[in-house]
Each structure stands twice: as C-alpha cells, then as structure tokens.
C-alpha cells in the first residue's frame, strides 16, 4: 500500500511539471508514513510542504494540485487534505487485505529480501576475555549482535559472525596466578592471593578440575590438566581452555554460535602485530617519546597520540586491535560491525585513526560500531548484583536460569543499544500482558488455540473460500491489523539498515497489541462460513509475521501456553 501511495503520488509530481506548476529539475522526495490517528487516514505524506518552495506556492494549495493530479486508483478509498497541506490517504478494504494471501503465500519468507545483494558482513560481538563466566553486559552484547546478523541475512546480506578471544596480556596472566593460588589451597581471604586475582566460585572449579587431570576440549583445542601446581603455563593453557568450554556452552544455553572464534594470541604467533608496527613506523606516523613508542592518532581525528609500545617493551591493547582490524579487511570484509559495550567508546577513535595510518586503502569511518550500555538487574524492585558463581556480578546463565532463554533475550535486545537497561526478573517471569515477551508469543499461541477449536467443532478452515471473502473483514480492528501485516517487510528492512534490532521487538508488542484487540472486538466463530475463513485467513497471516519477528529475535513462538 505504501509503495502504491508513492508510484500516485510520483505519477502526481511528474504532471505538475509537465503543467509547469513544478519546475522540471525539482525532486521528488516522497515520504509517506502511517498516521497515528486514524481518523485521519491509513497513510499521509507531507510532499506539498516540502515542494511548496520550489512551486512558490502554499502548501496546502500545492496540495490541491497534486490530489487533483492523482491518477485513479482501486486501492485508494478517500483521499483528504489536512492541516497546512498534509495529504491524507484511506485505503479501500479490498487492497488492504490482499496483503493476507500475500503472507500467507510467502510464508517463512514474508518480509525477508536480497536488498543486500550477498555482501559479505562480519559481525563481531560479545568477544568476552576467558577469565569468567560470561556477565550481563555480555548477554546483552550476545543477544544484539545475534539478533543484528539474523536481520542482516533476512535482508540477503553474507553474514559471518566472530567472537575475539583475549587470550594473551595482563588479565590471562592473573587467571592463572588466581587459578595456582588455588591449586595451592589458598582462599581469596589468604593475604598470599594473588592483588589483582579472580574471587569467583568458579577458580576453585578450574583448579579442581586441574588436579584431577581433566581432558578439556573447548572449540579450538583439546588441553590435560598435568595437576602440576608450579607449572604456571600449563595452569594457564588448562584454564584458558576450561573457562572457553564455560563460555561456549553459556552461549549455546542462549541459541548464539559463530562462525570464527579468532585468537589474539594469533596475531603475535603468526606476525600481524610485528609486521603492524614495521608498516606504521614505515609510514612515518611514529615517533619516540620517554622510552616508549607512539603513533600520531591525532593526525586522523584523534584527541591525543597513543602509545604503541610501552617502557618494557611490551605492546598496548590498541596494537593488537589494529592488527586484528586490518586482518578483518584482508579477509575482504568491506562491512564490519563491532557490537560492543559502551566502555569500548574511547577505542573507536583511536582503532580508525591506526587503521587509517596504515595507509591500505580503508575507507575512513570503517568499521561501524554498535555500542550498548550496561545492564541493572533487579529483584522486587532491588538490584541483584552478585552471582555465587561469578562472586562479583551477574552471570548470563543466571538470568537464563531464573527467567528462560527467550525471556532474557528479548529483554536484553528490546531496547536502543544506546539506552541503559533495566532487567526486572519479576516482569521476566510474570506470565501476564505486562511481560512483553509473553504477550507477543500468546498472540501465536492464541491463533492456535483457534485453529484448533475449528477443528474439533467441524469448521475447519477453508483456505479458498476465505481467500474469495476477504472484502468482509471491514472493522477498524480488521483494517488496523492488516494495515500493520503490511507494514512488516519495511520494519525489517530499516532496522537491518540503522542497525536496530528492537525497532523488530517493537513491532511485535504492537502486532499482538492489534491482534489482542481485534480479537476481544470481533467474533470469529460465526455461523457465517465465508466471514469466518475470512477472519480465520487473518488469524494466519498475524501468526505467520508474529513467528517471522519472533525468529529474527531468536525467541520461539509456541503454539500452547
């Protein structure tokens, strides 16, 4: 209906030059957006105020010129003009409602396209260093960047998801002195433990699991524990490769794989960050300052120089990240996305301005980012803040624990990236319209449950003869509905476009909203077989996009509740 909308008025725009109303090199941007009042119509466009300039003439007349200039249309019931010129548009009820046999003959694949033309996308996230279970902010980051890749390939994008593996620097290093502190039988309480050790429960797994000589095998490697407490590397290598496992299956628990697990350990074994350092001093973009080597950053947009290699010879995290950055696009990734928390914020710059010294041809701007804010998790109104497990936060696995999988994605992915989340466990559990999650997935089930009853009180449903009747779903409630089906295919797109996967979750508290409230308005086990398969048609169609979207979520769509 909406590119309809847009071809008329198009069609409108070309004859007001040809009647030289409109100067001829005058474009044509047309926007048409659904009203939020629907006394006002379907659809609405303000193109008489923005071509009011051009023309020298008032909106609302230039609006007259251009209903007048519209060519006729079955699809189009009324049109009326409002306000300074805004140009309103109702829809007849039989264009509307075409949009039924149109999903329900697409299926699985109503709304999803090949806008993306197979581009090759990587999408990185959560990218969690091994030293724990994996927090919060993580499954935040995990159900964003795994919703985002779900929309990506929905839009015919070739999506590769990656995870980056800190495995190398200060903080590995302080897993395993933690982890031989407690091999040793130490307790964090002991003034011997380690200053900057991990607390946690799960120090004592891994070093039980040491001791005891465990075979771990984790995505990328297969390590025995040699139960011996002084060998610090071999302690380092069984812990690395436990707490990995720990992870892995705490992102199956969540419905998230990837594709490449990348270590930065990889960068030093295999040179990129020796061979980084040789093409920036190469380049001229370095230069020695109180024992340390630095690169101009503030030659391409940064606030300050950064430091490249520090006093003791050893390299800061921003190298390796412009390492792996620029091995990205040797893989011929044109398109990156990090989905990071927001405390990468300050790197964002700096890893553009070294890339961009290496001088190879990246594009300023590249990669993209997706930074998302933390978590508060709350408890009856109280923040929950520490996990047995973890010591010190809460853990992914709590929540899914407490509250299922598709609760806690939703929650974590249903809000701007950019906007601090508050989880409230209560609301997650609660089986109630106030629960989002439950209200869009009873929606479904709610359909079921109807096609259902059909079927045990003879009335099955008659594809064809709703199909002929689709003219009698004429309420407001019917039309609302329909209007908002069609509206799907475009949601997707945008918010694959601006890289917003609740503008999808958002969409479907509004669907079930419509629905819950056709359903409540209109019968639709009437006596009348042909209204009845018309509004059973209906009731399939909304299931069809509620489990499309709840797909791209990554969240089920039962058929019982």
Not at 270 to 285: F, I, M, N
Request: negative net charge; proline residues 3%.
């Amino acid at each position: 209906m909406k590119d309809t909308i847009i071809e008329l008025l198009d069609a409108a725009g070309t004859q007001l030059k040809q009647q030289g109303i409109l100067p001829q090199d005058t474009p044509l941007a047309i926007k048409v957006e659904p009203t939020k009042d629907k006394a006002h119509g379907d659809y609405a466009s303000n193109l008489a105020l923005t071509l009011a300039k051009p023309a020298g003439r008032k909106p609302r007349e230039l609006a007259e010129a251009l209903v007048a200039a519209l060519p006729e249309s079955a699809a189009i019931r009324q049109v009326d003009i409002a306000g300074p010129g805004f140009i309103n548009f109702f829809a007849a009820t039989d264009a509307v409602a075409q949009v039924v046999p149109s999903i329900l003959d697409a299926g699985d694949t109503y709304g999803r396209s090949l806008s993306g033309q197979g581009q090759k996308v990587q999408v990185e996230f959560v990218s969690a260093n091994p030293t724990g279970p994996l927090h919060v902010g993580h499954g935040r980051g995990a159900a964003i960047g795994d919703c985002l890749c779900r929309l990506l390939e929905a839009t015919g994008f070739d999506v590769t998801r990656e995870f980056y593996y800190n495995d190398a620097g200060v903080q590995i290093h302080n897993l395993a002195l933690s982890v031989q502190a407690r091999v040793k039988g130490l307790t964090p309480e002991a003034a011997e433990w380690p200053e900057n050790g991990y607390r946690g429960a799960y120090i004592a797994d891994v070093a039980k699991a040491y001791l005891a000589g465990e075979t771990i095998t984790a995505d990328d490697r297969e390590v025995t524990g040699k139960a011996d407490a002084d060998d610090l590397d071999a302690i380092q290598d069984f812990a690395v490769a436990y707490l990995r496992r720990e992870q892995d299956l705490d992102l199956k628990a969540f419905g998230v794989a990837f594709d490449v697990y990348f270590l930065e350990s990889s960068l030093y074994n295999d040179g990129k960050v020796d061979a980084t350092v040789k093409a920036l001093v190469g380049g001229g973009h370095t230069y020695e300052e109180d024992g340390a080597t630095w690169l101009r950053t503030t030659d391409f947009g940064d606030d300050k120089d950064r430091v490249m290699r520090k006093k003791d010879g050893d390299y800061t995290y921003f190298l390796p990240d412009v390492a792996y950055h620029h091995d990205k696009w040797q893989r011929g990734f044109t398109t990156v996305i990090n989905e990071q928390g927001a405390d990468h914020h300050s790197t964002v710059t700096r890893v553009r301005a070294g890339l961009q010294a290496l001088e190879t041809g990246i594009p300023q701007g590249w990669p993209d980012y997706v930074l998302h804010q933390m978590v508060l998790v709350t408890r009856s109104g109280v923040e929950v803040k520490l996990s047995k497990r973890a010591g010190s936060y809460v853990t992914l696995r709590d929540l899914i624990d407490e509250v299922g999988r598709d609760a806690t994605r939703f929650f974590l992915a249903a809000r701007r990236a950019d906007s601090q989340l508050t989880f409230d466990i209560d609301l997650a559990r609660s089986q109630s319209n106030d629960n989002p999650v439950y209200y869009i997935q009873y929606a479904h089930a709610r359909v079921c449950s109807m096609m259902r009853r059909a079927e045990s009180d003879a009335k099955a449903f008659d594809h064809a003869l709703g199909m002929q009747h689709l003219n009698r779903l004429d309420t407001d409630q019917e039309k609302e509905l329909m209007n908002r089906l069609a509206r799907y295919p475009e949601v997707v797109e945008r918010a694959a476009r601006t890289r917003e996967p609740q503008q999808v979750a958002q969409y479907l508290m509004d669907l079930a909203s419509d629905f819950h409230t056709c359903y409540n308005a209109v019968k639709v086990m009437v006596d009348d077989d042909e209204l009845r398969n018309a509004r059973l048609a209906l009731g399939l169609a909304t299931r069809q996009v509620l489990r499309n979207g709840l797909d791209l979520m990554g969240v089920s769509a039962p058929e019982e509740m």
